[in-house]
Each structure stands twice: as structure tokens, then as C-alpha cells.
């Protein structure tokens, strides 16, 4: 097992190696610099400018910029936040973990829903519940996600109007709270991202349900599962034990690249419910070319899929007894 | 001894394509979306026809319309000759909200009529016919407003239609571009092998373990947020293809790595065929099927993407407009403009559609072209 760990490290190394080259190539590829748009302020004089251009680094050559970056990455200095004059380390933490909140909710809503109604669908299938299921799912795949995040916010204003429920609409926290405890807090947080994860969590059940429907009925039609039947085991037994394991390896295989997908996409409902994540960080710093924000929160997302990766062949190796890594 | 020729029935054999075809046709929902983007791509093409004014036209100052309500139809059979009717608009400030109130002037009424020319609002039909005929209008100053105005009061209905242009070529086009670019590397690195294989792998990596959304928002960043808006539409399509080939480069790969031992390659090696034929003539042919499948798949996300980054402003930007853009005016609006106005909310609709038409083509396409689903 080790020596396939440190194999499949090893072929990821250039992966990650490549995509930050191309990542700080197409940032250096933006006319200018951050320092640009200090130029247009008349208070502040060129030579102020050309000693921040000395002191950020901005005067020496791509490689160089890009050498001292990597040497600095892979140590954990994660570089410095032009616009905030902070490490980027502690700009982006944060974003980074309220993106996570947002997308661990939104998994765990996403599997739990899609292996139910994929289950439910194939066991099922073309009934009248499976058929509006399928409908649900094309819809859902359907929609684009800021606007449905939009219909939401609709939709909770006019709850609101009616029946006085004050769902939160926008933001991380209520400011109207005064010192709240830690459970009181994370309760507030909780309420604020419930609406957003639902609306994230859509996409990934529409999807997954139907891919999740489709495997199990390959599988079901398989001889193993009639011998199963024929064998009198339980209907629990074989769906469970036997059918549903085979019909989920190509979900685990997928996992790898779940982690990058999900904090991407949540961007556009960040945006429409003002959650302070990773994208409005994203599309501040590309405004205002802080380089080393983009470059760095985009390297730990590739860091990311390589983990995850990694997890998931480990999870498959160890759901799917025909792969042994020795 | 003469041979006889027995005399058989002639079987009539049918090739892929019409195999295909005929099941293609036989799926209903796969019919449905083809009527779905038949209706879309026809309304989008004759946009400028079925729209009554330019996407540009609005009116500022004393008389300006921003964020009207629809313009209701009435049916008046009184005085003149009976039909559709129009009222007049008359804005006021209502001083206790200090909204614009929209009401009718019932003094003055404007018969809807067909087939208008509006020398105002040329248009050309596919960039070769000019024309200023427009569906319906109603003569000035009356305004016909089917779905309301935006904030500038330009015609939603004529911006949709408008918009359609946009979001369904760019998808569509960029799907091309990525499809053409899949062929290409992924054709490359299955047939040549070797590093170069290792190298484009790499590189397809690359672009999964990127997010999405990153990825198009840094490369939109090499130009300034503010260029002119032609060459933004021509970037964001560049964009979108850019980064979409991964997939479908990885799966010819491995086609043409399964095709590369069959022996009628090398019997085409044997021949004297160069490598570009065989690539070309021999092995690609054979991927046909599954690019025709996988743009029909590509194309929905593409036009949910290009409508998310004008959505977030630095995709389609004034003064054309896009659907996805047309929702960022709506939300620019405030809570109010959703509350208020939920009809400026009707370019999300078209967007869904689109997308929906497309899917159901490329499952129907993907039922048809699989040997295990024939009916």
C-alpha cells in the first residue's frame, strides 16, 4: 500500500507542478501589476512606487517571481495580500473555511438525498414517483444556480411578508447579536448557510440521483443479483450488501474530483447571498491583481484534488476487492 | 455447370448514422428538446424580426420608462375598427414610497399592429439581410412593453431576444472549439504515445484539479475588465473552449489507443498510408459518434457558464446583452426589483430551457448511438 502512496504521489507532483506554472503565467499575463492602479493616485509619488515595486518582488522576472513563490509555498508562506497587507494566509483561511462550511453541508445533504432517491428510483422504475423524480432531476440540472439562488431570496422575502418567519437571507451572522455564546453562534451560522447549501446541494442530487439510478439498474439486471434472489436472501441483503456496493465504485472513483468541483461552484451563490467564501475573495483580488492571493488560493485548491485523489483510490481500493495496490 | 444465382431478397443494411437517426427519433423526450431548441434558435435568428424595438433603444429625461411594468393588452370593439389596443403610460412619483407608479391613460389608445417598419430599429437577419420590418408595434408615442422595461427602460422582450444571440451562439461555438481541440490533443497523444502522450495527460489533469470557475474568472482577468465589448465576446468564447478539451481529448485517447491494435491498421500501415490518414481517415471516424454525443452534453454547461460570468459582470456587457447579464440587472435592482418586478426575471426562464432542450438532445443522442438501448 505504501509504495502505491508514494507512487501516486509522485505522478501528482507534476500535475500540481505544471498547473502552477500555467496559473502564475496567466496571471502575469494581465497587463500591469497591482501597483498600476496605485500609479493613479496623484499622493502617492513614483518613487514610493518603485521602492513598494522593490519591497513586493514585482521588479524581478516571471521565473524569478515564480521560483521564490514555490520555494515560499512549499513551506507554508503562502506569500503576501498587496490589497490587504497581510499574509494571504490569514486573508484566505478563513474564506477558505466558510467555503468548506458551505460545501460539507451541501455534500453531506447531496449523497444522502441522491443514494435515497437514486435507490428509491431504480428499485422503482418508471412508476409515477420515479418519473417526477426524474423530472425534479432535470430540473434541477436544468436551472442555473445564481438564478435559482435568486428565486430563493424571492421566494424567503415573500415568506417573510406573509407569515412574519425571518429566515436569514444574506451574509455569514446576524450582526444583531451581542457577544453570543459559541453554540448560539454556530446555530446563527448554521440558519445562514442552510439556504445556500440547499440550493448548492440541487445540482449534485439531480445529477448524482440519476447516475446513481442508472448503475443500480445495470446492476440489478446482472445474474449475481438473480442468483441472490433465487438464493432467498432478503430483499435488504441484496439490494444493500450486493447490488449497491457494486453500483457505487464509479461514485467513489469520482470522489477525487469532488472537492475542487464543490468550491468552485459554489462561487455564483456566494455571490447572490453576499457568503463571505472563497469566490468574492476570488474576484476581488483579480480586479485589483493581487498576485499572490489568485495564485495561492488556486495552488490549494489543486493541493485539494490531489488529496482528495489520493483519498479516494485509497476508498476504492478499499470498497473494491478486485484492486489490490501491493 | 452454370451457377445459379439464387434469387434472395435483397436486405437492405443500414449504416450507424441511420441506425441512430431512426432511434434518435423514437425517443419523445429527445423530439421534445429538438422543439424546445428548433423554437430557441429560430426566435434567436429572428430577433430582430420578432422583436418590436432595438435592444438599445430607451428613452431618457421627462418621458423615461424605467423598470415599467408590462403593457397590458386590451380588446376594444367601441368606436374604430375592433382588435388589440394599447393604452397610454403615464408615470408618477408616488410621494409617500417614492416609487414610480405606472398607470394607464385611458384618453389615449394605440391599436396594435403587424408587420410595422420601424426605420429606428433596423436589424440584419444572419449579417446579410437588412431589414426594418418588425412583428408587431404600435404607432409613437405609444409603447408596447410585453414584458416590461429594465432600469434604463429598454424593452425586456427585444433584450431577451436579443440576448438569445448571444447565449446560444456562444455556447455552440465554444463547444466547437473544444471539441476541436479534444480531437486534436487527445488524437495526438493516442496515437504518438510516448512523452507527448504523458505531457497533454498532464495537462488535462491540470484542468480538472483547477476549480471551474477559477479558472475562467483568471483567464477573463488577462484583459482589463473594461475592454471593448466585441472582443470580451470573442474571449469568452475563447475562454469556454479553453477549458472544456480535457475531457473529450482523454476519452479519444483512450478510443484510439483500443483502435491502434486492430488490424485493419495495419493493414493501412502496410498499404504505404501515412500517419495523418490513418489518423484521419481510419481512427477518427470511429470517435464520430461519441463527439457528436459529447457536444450535445458540453454545450448546456457552456451556456451556464457563459451566463454566470455576465452575471458576475465580466462576461456579455453593455450595450449587449445576454441572458445571464439580463438577471444581473435584475438583481442590481435590489430586493424591490425581485419583489416588485418579479417579470425581469423571465431571461432565467430562457436560459433553463436552453439548457434543459439541449440536455434531453444529448441523452436522446446518447440513447440512439448505444448498441445495448435499441428498440
Request: aromatic residues 12%.
Amino acid at each position: 500500500m505504501l509504495p502505491f502512496l508514494l507512487r501516486r504521489l509522485l505522478q501528482l507532483i507534476p500535475t500540481f507542478l505544471l498547473g502552477t506554472v500555467v496559473l502564475f503565467m496567466i496571471v502575469q499575463a494581465a497587463p500591469g501589476d497591482f501597483l498600476t492602479q496605485l500609479s493613479q493616485n496623484p499622493k502617492i509619488s513614483a518613487d514610493r512606487i518603485d521602492a513598494l515595486r522593490v519591497m513586493y518582488g514585482l521588479d524581478q522576472s516571471g521565473l524569478v517571481q515564480y521560483w521564490r513563490w514555490l520555494t515560499h509555498f512549499l513551506v507554508g508562506n503562502l506569500g503576501l495580500s498587496f490589497s490587504a497587507n497581510r499574509p494571504v494566509w490569514e486573508v484566505v483561511a478563513p474564506r477558505l473555511i466558510n467555503s468548506l462550511v458551505l460545501v460539507v453541508i451541501s455534500t453531506v445533504l447531496t449523497y444522502s438525498l441522491a443514494i435515497t432517491i437514486g435507490v428509491f428510483g431504480a428499485l422503482r422504475p418508471y412508476s409515477l414517483a420515479d418519473r417526477l423524480l426524474s423530472g425534479l432531476a432535470y430540473f434541477g440540472l436544468g436551472i442555473p444556480s445564481f438564478f435559482f439562488a435568486l428565486l430563493a431570496l424571492y421566494a424567503l422575502v415573500v415568506v417573510k411578508q406573509n407569515t412574519g418567519w425571518d429566515l436569514p437571507i444574506g451574509g455569514k451572522t446576524s450582526g444583531a447579536l451581542d457577544d453570543p455564546g459559541f453554540f448560539r453562534n454556530a446555530w446563527d451560522v448554521l440558519l445562514h448557510a442552510l439556504i445556500p447549501s440547499v440550493i448548492l446541494a440541487l445540482r449534485g442530487i439531480s445529477s448524482e440521483s440519476r447516475f446513481i439510478r442508472g448503475q443500480m439498474l445495470e446492476v440489478l439486471g446482472q445474474d449475481y443479483v438473480r442468483t441472490a434472489r433465487a438464493k432467498g436472501l432478503g430483499s435488504r441483503a441484496v439490494i444493500y450488501k450486493h447490488a449497491f456496493r457494486n453500483a457505487a465504485l464509479p461514485l467513489v472513483a469520482g470522489l477525487g474530483a469532488l472537492l475542487p468541483a464543490l468550491i468552485g461552484g459554489a462561487g455564483f451563490v456566494e455571490v447572490v447571498f453576499n457568503w463571505p467564501g472563497l469566490t468574492p475573495l476570488l474576484l476581488d483580488a483579480l480586479g485589483t491583481q493581487d498576485l499572490y492571493v489568485v495564485v495561492s488560493t488556486t495552488a490549494l485548491s489543486t493541493l485539494l484534488y490531489i488529496i482528495g485523489n489520493v483519498i479516494s483510490d485509497l476508498a476504492l481500493a478499499a470498497v473494491d476487492p478486485r484492486i489490490r495496490y501491493s | 455447370m452454370t451457377l445459379t444465382v439464387s434469387t434472395r431478397k435483397r436486405t437492405s443494411s443500414r449504416s450507424l448514422y441511420q441506425i441512430a437517426f431512426a432511434q434518435f427519433r423514437t425517443h419523445p423526450l429527445a423530439r421534445f428538446g429538438l422543439l424546445i431548441l428548433t423554437v430557441l434558435y429560430l426566435a434567436a435568428v429572428l430577433a430582430g424580426f420578432l422583436s418590436p424595438y432595438s435592444p438599445t433603444e430607451y428613452e431618457s429625461g421627462a418621458t423615461r420608462v424605467s423598470w415599467a411594468p408590462p403593457t397590458p393588452l386590451h380588446w376594444q370593439s367601441g368606436s374604430g375598427p375592433p382588435g388589440l389596443v394599447v393604452y397610454g403610460i403615464k408615470r408618477e412619483v408616488d410621494l409617500l414610497t417614492f416609487r414610480d407608479n405606472f398607470t394607464e391613460d385611458r384618453t389615449q389608445a394605440y391599436p396594435l399592429r403587424f408587420f410595422v417598419h420601424r426605420p429606428e430599429a433596423r436589424y440584419r437577419i444572419l449579417g446579410l439581410f437588412s431589414s426594418d420590418l418588425h412583428l408587431i408595434g404600435v404607432a409613437a408615442p405609444g409603447k408596447l412593453y410585453l414584458w416590461g422595461t429594465d432600469n434604463l427602460g429598454h424593452d425586456e422582450l427585444s433584450r431577451v431576444l436579443y440576448g438569445g444571440q448571444f447565449s446560444l451562439a456562444i455556447g455552440v461555438i465554444a463547444a466547437f472549439i473544444s471539441v476541436g481541440l479534444g480531437m486534436l490533443f487527445g488524437g495526438v497523444a493516442g496515437y504518438l504515445g510516448g512523452w507527448v502522450d504523458a505531457v497533454i495527460m498532464r495537462l488535462t489533469e491540470v484542468l480538472t484539479a483547477i476549480p471551474e470557475l477559477f479558472l475562467l474568472i483568471t483567464l477573463r482577468a488577462i484583459f482589463p475588465v473594461d475592454s471593448n465589448p466585441v472582443v470580451v465576446f470573442y474571449l469568452i468564447i475563447v475562454i469556454l473552449g479553453l477549458i472544456g478539451w480535457g475531457g473529450i481529448a482523454r476519452v479519444i485517447r483512450s478510443q484510439l489507443l483500443s483502435v491502434r491494435e486492430q488490424d485493419y491498421i495495419a493493414a493501412a500501415v502496410s498499404l504505404g498510408a501515412n500517419n495523418t490518414r490513418i489518423i484521419g481517415r481510419h481512427m477518427l471516424p470511429n470517435t464520430f459518434s461519441f463527439v457528436i454525443v459529447a457536444m450535445s452534453l458540453i454545450i448546456p454547461g457552456y451556456i451556464l457558464l457563459e451566463s454566470g460570468l455576465s452575471f458576475l459582470g465580466i462576461g456579455i456587457v453593455e450595450p449587449y446583452a445576454s441572458w445571464g447579464s439580463l438577471i444581473r440587472t435584475a438583481q442590481d435592482g435590489g430586493f424591490e426589483s425581485i419583489n416588485g418586478r418579479p417579470w425581469v426575471l423571465i431571461p432565467g426562464l430562457f436560459i433553463f430551457l436552453a439548457v434543459l432542450g439541449w440536455q434531453f438532445v444529448g441523452d436522446g443522442l446518447r440513447d440512439a448511438f448505444d448498441p445495448r438501448k435499441r428498440s
